[in-house]
């Protein structure tokens, strides 16, 4: 769960070390809520999140009591950021069940 290829894009998108503390924006329980950076996936450009295996950058901030911007709380952009990660996590294992990865 190391940054090992998948390209500049995805490896700037990591931001969190192994071990931090963050906040992650979760659609299931409405809001942000405490998470641990486990890895992040260079092939996907993903989060890998105590609470959620797969999590977009978007979607994870900081642990320090951030008010979400504005997008964070437009209605639709949970379903199109999970819509976004399925794709992503089927294009770097076609085949793999993502029923597992909804959270």
Known sequence: LAVAG??????SAQQFAV?????????TLGGWVPA???GF???????VLDIQPVALPSKVRPRNGVAPDATDLV???AQADEAQAVEAVDAAAPGLPVAAFRG
């Open 6 to 11: 998948g390209g500049a894009a995805a490896a």
């Open 19 to 27: 071990g931090a503390e963050v906040e992650y924006c979760s659609a």
């Open 36 to 38: 641990v950076v486990l």
């Open 41 to 47: 996936e260079a092939v996907s450009g993903t989060y």
């Open 75 to 77: 209605a639709g952009t």
